[in-house]
């Protein structure tokens, strides 16, 4: 089945550094891949997402890259402030075999150090 | 415009009762999602309905746990005879399709069996 994996599991930078976290996919078939960010406690909010059809979108100080044929997607927040100090999920929308389910990546814990 | 309503936010039960989890979509939606999320770990699948069917319940597991989306009312997830091993976060998410349509979560139900 699908399977995502996210690296790194934990991620400290200081404060107005840039962060990147990987994820590869294995179903060549996937086409949809967001971002969610955690906060403790709190619920997954969507913070950008990017679709098959393009390489790379921006929303401020996030942006995303993929590449299909190497099947990995990429976060990327640069300027980080403590604020954004969460735990990262990428996902992957699979439709193998009938099924319609995004699959997650297990998270990156990213600490902003003011 | 309320998003994605869970409740209750906290459930203890003991060992062998039943649970229910209440899920409403954002307003337009008719695809709901369910995930299970235990500590310090990522999101798993567990089922994804339309109203009134069940398109993919490859992530629930096959005994005690069911879920629904009536005509009328919110999603619901059910576990019978609540083992230890039930506890963790569940969390529903909404879409107005699926695909490449974004998933808008709750805040989630904590489950704490006794």
């Known amino acids: 089945g699908e399977n995502v994996e996210q690296h790194p599991s934990t991620l400290s930078v200081q404060e107005g550094d840039s962060a990147v976290i990987k994820c590869t996919y294995s179903?060549?078939?996937?086409?949809?891949f967001p971002w969610y960010k955690q906060e403790l406690g709190k619920r997954p909010q969507l913070i950008i997402d990017?679709?098959?059809?393009?390489g790379e979108k921006k929303d401020q100080r996030i942006a995303v890259t993929l590449n299909k044929t190497a099947k990995h997607f990429s976060l990327h927040i640069t300027e980080t402030q403590p604020e954004d100090s969460a735990v990262y999920f990428c996902?992957?929308?699979?439709?193998?075999?009938?099924?319609?389910?995004?699959?997650f990546g297990k998270g990156t814990k990213l600490t902003v150090n003011p | 415009n309320a998003g994605v309503m869970q409740n209750p936010r906290h459930l203890v039960r003991r060992r062998g009762q039943e649970a229910r989890l209440r899920c409403s979509p954002m307003?337009?939606?008719?695809?709901v999602y369910w995930y299970r999320q235990l500590p310090e770990e990522g999101l798993k699948f567990m089922v994804y309905?339309?109203?009134?069917?069940?398109?993919?319940e490859s992530g629930m597991p096959k005994e005690r746990f069911s879920a629904e989306f009536p005509k009328e009312g919110p999603s619901i997830l059910r576990i019978q005879q609540v083992v230890r091993g039930d506890s963790a976060a569940y969390f529903c998410?909404?879409?107005?399709?699926?695909?490449?349509?974004?998933?808008?979560f709750g805040d989630g139900t904590r489950l704490s069996i006794l």
């Open positions: 998410a909404s879409s107005l399709g699926t695909g490449d349509q974004p998933q808008h």
């Open positions: 179903d060549s078939a996937s086409n949809y």
């Open positions: 990017i679709r098959s059809n393009v």
């Open positions: 996902a992957s929308f699979q439709t193998q075999g009938g099924s319609e389910k995004l699959v």
């Open positions: 307003k337009g939606h008719s695809h």
């Open positions: 309905l339309q109203k009134e069917n069940i398109i993919d």
